[in-house]
């Protein structure tokens, strides 16, 4: 049972360059969610999808594009890197149906560094 | 989003108890989380408490919550080595889809 599963697991970028990160989830989830981790400041949200063909944005889009073309996937794009990018990106999804209990599930993170 | 808010660093002795702090600020918050990061790791939750209870056991766990001051708290009982992670605490209200996380405590275990 794979879970939640994003690639790649590391990369570095020049600045300028573009990448796409890539979650998948195998527990038919409805939402996923994108956040970044910087030290002291926690997990904040980059963008999230409520279903499939769905996405919105959270508390810090900016730079970032999302889609969710399939349920099960949801693609974390970065048009042109940026130094202020550099972060570790968790991917998360859960069931869904009740608003309430919002149990997410993790992937184990990309470790993005943009030089 | 909500303020969620943890101190950033605890160190304990292997053996004693840890008590893992946080506040938050929204009063429409239904659940309360608790997730453990370890080194190289995404987050997994530990256990979660509904917003009408006041406390919850769980093994070496115990979650206290007090509601009408908007503080949470972890204790982890007899503290082991592998018990060193990021603890992060997290609520939700039922308006929305999303969780707002603390920053993380650091939990050292030492000899």
């Known amino acids: 049972n794979a879970g939640v599963t994003q690639t790649p697991k590391f990369r570095v970028l020049k600045t300028g360059q573009s990448m796409t990160l890539l979650c998948a989830q195998d527990m038919n989830h409805e939402y996923m969610y994108w956040y970044r981790q910087d030290p002291g400041m926690g997990l904040r949200l980059i963008h999230y999808s409520v279903g499939e063909g769905t996405t919105a944005k959270g508390e810090v889009p900016d730079g970032y594009n999302v889609s969710r073309l399939k349920k099960q996937n949801f693609l974390l794009g970065l048009e042109s890197a940026a130094p202020s990018q550099t972060s570790v990106y968790f991917c998360?999804?859960?069931?869904?149906?009740?608003?309430?209990?919002?149990?997410?599930?993790f992937g184990a993170g990309t470790r993005l560094s943009v030089l | 989003g909500e303020d969620v808010e943890q101190s950033l660093f605890l160190s304990v002795r292997e053996g004693d108890s840890s008590v893992i702090n946080c506040t938050y600020t929204?009063?429409?918050?239904?659940?309360l989380y608790w997730y453990k990061q370890e080194p190289g790791a995404g987050l997994q939750l530990l256990t979660y408490?509904?917003?009408?209870?006041d406390m919850k056991q769980d093994q070496r766990l115990t979650v206290l919550l007090n509601k009408k001051d908007k503080h949470l708290s972890l204790r982890i009982a007899d503290t082991q080595t592998g018990d060193s992670a990021i603890y992060f605490c997290a609520e939700s209200d039922s308006n929305d889809y999303k969780l707002s996380f603390g920053a993380g405590t650091t939990v050292t275990v030492r000899a």
């Open positions: 998360a999804s859960t069931e869904g149906g009740t608003l309430a209990k919002n149990i997410q599930y």
């Open positions: 929204d009063s429409s918050s239904t659940y």
């Open positions: 408490i509904f917003s009408n209870m």
